[in-house]
């Protein structure tokens, strides 16, 4: 057995099931093509519809060879602390649909471990379920020892998507690492927890259909889903006890050693932070490469709390400030040219990463200010393990940070409570996982996909055309297929070929008519429920019509040139502001309409003036250079390699249509466009906005509604102008010259305000007495009503006093009596008592309230009662 790179590991497997008929099939996007999924974990998600059999595969393949970048958070908790978990990993896969099963698959699976990778014979050990007879026939007549296969139950060796449907017998390979990396049990075996016999490829043998009674029926046609983690592979390859030893994860360790400076198999704590760090870094970096923004739900949330674990265990280390930039470009240098994506997108990895580290500095110390107060207010030495879960969960605090900060404190936190938060928190999750795997594999269900697999896909001609003669193919109402429409009704109506383009890209869907002989049926809009099925949404008011009918399909054009204008637009718009902003802008939304366009995309600020501006000018220069769009279709490796813009997150099928609007714009695109770029008139931005971290939004109109909306601000100028009496282009200057004057104006409102204030502190000052115990007290009325006002004026009266005294006030604000009384250290010295005095007050004015004997405050609710409060005060302290 030689040692070999990851690398070469993936392409000698890539190669080898190519020779055998297997179509190479590039990696699925991290975002699986499945609603009900969150990310893809598995190699088989991207084939789905291959095992459902909804999609055949071509010709002459026999089935599908891929690596597949996933991402498992289920155990998020426990990556690094074993050699084995991680968060991203590359999983090696094969599929049949049908074409070859287990003979084959264990034939392929044991030439390819024995011949190609050159693993020792011996130490290879198999695992199968406990009644499936024929696999053991199988690893026996291909020469292995009986005593190196061993029959495991449902729990290990049989897999389900669910408690229905697809399902089967699968077949575990194991290599043996040797005994001084087991447990010492002489009955160790595959299966057994410690690290000696490692799982390296796993082959599910999905023959059968669960039925709800509890039996397998055996599924038409048998299909073979096989996965062998790279990462594993790499490990044996390379007689290393770790993943983490691995030629590139060992490189990511590495950059952790330089920016630390510390060395690997040091210290326990500091090598769990490499790990973590070196791990987390790729799912990051391919995570946001594959369209996923930080966020605080879903895809968002999960790569929010990797970036900030990851950034938490550097800061254990001594690593401090933007760092993951650093791991990015050895991810780009040590795995771009397999992952193109990770390269194309890497301005937007180092903006969004670097924005992310100042954002969670900043929640970091608001989790230092939660602990802070949490001690405070501890009666006792034990910090509860709830309080410790939340700075985990929400601030991102390692437990560790809070016991090392707690017990600087002298107080313990209770982990017994943390572990049961945290296991109530990995049960969901891992319950969330189960619930995908079986999301998985099952159908879509529902009246759409049973359109969709009797008529098959709808036929678009609206690329070429506005209006077609055309055939119903099905009726639907309110969710089931009912073959009529009659007049007065509305519902669905599925055609064999249609212009009508259906919402998708942001593109919103068309309107138009249905006619037939009888009359029209309004079509209301377009939608495909299921990729490739159009849906029309329709009223009869003067016709019906019924499965069969023969009918014309005309969209509203008018309607449609002013979609395309807009849709044309935002990729001039896309265009200009990545040669504005830069490269790390990406599209991460949009909405095209006739009215308007929106277009959302990744920023780390918000757009200057001057920017705007500059991005509009550059868009209208080529929208009036009229400039012809090209459109035509050609394979997605093609299109990248000649660098045309993909959107960021979407999928895309090997053949690809692109559209190009001369040298400043080519993009992937489904929708609908005009001919030349001077359609589209001129384009003016509306509004600039945030919508979401790092995510910005621009509103803009096009060719008649920007005419409208400049017609609109122009009538605004105009009547501007006409009440400032000014000529519309001297309407700023006028309105400058009004705000100064009127800045002027309250300057002098506040100084005649500040001289009356002057004249009452006089007249206060002017009451002073000599309390019986000697020092100065004022007893008075006052004009200053809140209880703020009159904290202030102590502050005054007390500094203009000849010495130190007290003073009792009242007012009446709102309608409502307000009391404070007020006195320095030296009169409370001499007897004076803020608090008894305003409590001795309170039932003047029907009210109460009370402080300390420095100060204190009170309410009520009659003010004619505030003479009698004020004679109690004169009479407690003169």
């Known amino acids: 057995m030689r040692y070999m790179t990851t690398a070469e590991i993936r392409e000698k497997y890539l190669n080898y099931f190519q020779e055998k008929g ?20 598995a190699g088989m998600v991207q084939f789905k519809p291959y095992f459902l059999q909804q999609k055949q595969l071509e010709a002459p393949y026999i089935g599908t060879t891929s690596v597949q970048k996933c991402v498992r958070t289920n155990d998020i908790d426990i990556i690094g602390t074993t050699g084995r978990h991680l968060s991203f990993f590359e999983m090696l896969g094969n599929f049949s649909f049908g074409a070859y099963f287990k003979e084959e698959m264990c034939a392929w699976a044991y030439d390819f471990s024995v011949n190609v990778l050159g693993l020792p014979p011996e130490r290879l050990y198999f695992t199968v379920f406990e009644d499936d007879d024929e696999t053991i026939e199988i690893w026996k007549n291909l020469g292995v020892p009986e005593d190196h296969i061993s029959r495991l139950g449902e729990d290990d060796n049989f897999w389900r998507a669910g408690p229905t449907g697809p399902c089967g017998p699968c ?114 970096t391919f995570m946001i490469a594959d369209g996923i923004l930080p966020g605080n739900e879903g895809r968002g949330y999960v790569l929010r709390r990797l970036l900030r674990r990851a950034i938490m265990k550097a800061q254990l280390i001594g690593i401090e400030g933007h760092f993951l930039n650093e791991y990015v470009d050895e991810i780009v240098r040590l795995m771009g040219d397999v992952y193109p994506e990770i390269v194309e997108n890497r301005e937007l990895e180092r903006g969004l ?22 001690l405070g207010k501890l009666e006792g030495d034990v910090l509860s393990g709830e309080e410790a879960f939340t700075l985990h969960d929400t601030y991102g605090f390692p437990v560790e940070v809070t016991q090392e900060i707690a017990e600087g404190r002298g107080v313990k936190v209770d982990m017994e409570a943390f572990e049961a938060a945290m296991e109530a928190q990995r049960e969901r999750a891992r319950a969330a996982g189960a619930k995908d795997a079986e999301a998985a594999w099952s159908t879509y269900g529902g009246i759409y996909s049973d359109l969709l697999n009797e008529l098959g896909p709808t036929q678009f001609i609206g690329y070429d055309a506005t209006a077609a003669e ?32 259906a919402e998708m890209g942001g593109e919103v869907g068309d309107t138009g008519v249905i006619e037939n002989g009888e009359g029209r049926l309004y079509v209301l809009d377009t939608k495909a429920p299921e990729k490739g099925l159009f849906v029309h949404a329709v009223r009869a008011e003067e016709a019906g019509l019924a499965e069969g009918d023969t009918v014309v399909a005309r969209v509203d054009a008018n309607r449609r040139a002013a979609i395309e204008r807009n849709h044309t637009a935002t990729h001039i718009l896309h265009a200009a502001l990545r040669r504005v902003l830069g490269d790390h802008v990406k599209q991460a939304g949009s909405y095209v309409g006739p009215d308007r366009l929106r277009f959302d995309f990744t920023h780390f600020e918000a757009c200057t003036p001057e920017q705007l501006a500059e991005v509009e ?61 001077a359609e589209i008139g001129f384009l003016k931005i ?21 005419l409208a909306y400049v017609n609109k601000v122009e009538a605004e100028l105009k009547e501007a102008a006409a009440t400032l009496r000014v000529p519309p282009f001297d309407v700023s200057e006028r309105v400058a010259a009004d705000q100064k004057a009127l800045k002027e104006m ?60 007290a003073m009792v006030v009242a007012g009446v604000n709102d309608g409502k009596p307000v009391l404070m009384a007020a006195g320095t250290d030296e009169a409370v010295a001499a007897g004076f008592d803020a608090g008894a005095i305003i409590k001795a007050m309170g039932p003047a004015i029907q009210g109460g309230g009370g402080g300390k004997p420095t100060m204190a405050q009170a309410g009520g609710k009659n003010p004619d009662g505030i003479d009698e409060a004020l004679e109690i005060a004169r009479n407690m302290i003169l």
């Open 171 to 284: 077949s575990e390979i194991y290599y043996d690492q040797g005994p001084e990396f087991g447990c010492g049990s002489p009955d160790c075996a595959p299966g057994c927890d410690c690290d000696r016999f490692l799982e390296y490829w796993n082959c599910v043998f999905t023959q059968y259909d669960g039925q709800e009674d509890g039996t397998l029926a055996p599924l038409p046609k048998k299909n073979i889903d096989t996965g062998m983690g790279l990462e594993r592979m790499a490990a044996i390859m390379q007689v290393v006890q770790s993943n983490y030893e691995t030629d590139v994860l060992r490189s990511l360790v590495a950059v952790g050693e330089r920016l630390a400076g510390v060395t690997y198999g040091e210290d326990a704590e500091t090598d769990l932070a490499l790990r973590i760090i070196a791990d987390h870094s790729r799912s990051v």
């Open 22 to 41: 297997c179509k190479l099939v590039p990696s699925s996007s991290l975002i699986p093509d499945d609603p009900s999924l969150l990310l893809t974990s």
């Open 353 to 374: 990463i670097m924005a992310e580290e100042d954002r969670f500095g900043a929640t970091l110390r608001q989790g230092q200010a939660y602990l802070e107060e949490a």
């Open 617 to 677: 000018r550059e868009a209208n220069e080529h929208i009036m250079s009229a400039t012809p769009t090209t459109i035509y279709e050609t394979s997605l490796e093609e299109a990248r390699a000649a660098g045309v813009t993909g959107l960021f997150g979407e999928k895309y099928g090997e053949v690809v249509r692109v559209v190009e609007a001369g040298d400043l714009s080519r993009e992937l695109c489904g929708g609908c466009h005009v001919n030349n770029t």
């Open 470 to 501: 055309t055939r119903v193919l099905a009726v639907v109402v309110d969710g089931e297929r009912v073959g009529t429409l009659a007049p007065g009704q509305t519902g669905e109506v599925v055609l064999a070929a249609t212009p009508f383009y």
């Open 746 to 805: 309250r300057t002098k409102a506040k100084r005649a305000k500040d001289m009356v204030s002057d004249d009452m502190f006089s007249t206060l000052l002017s009451q002073v007495q000599l309390a019986p115990a000697g020092y100065p007290v004022i007893i008075a009325r006052t004009e200053v009503r809140d209880g703020g006002q009159m904290r202030n004026m102590w502050d005054v009266v007390r500094s203009r006093m000849d010495a130190p005294g």
């Open 686 to 706: 509306t509004s600039e906005s945030s919508v979401g971290a790092n995510v910005r939004r621009i509103e803009a109109v096009t060719s008649y509604g920007a």
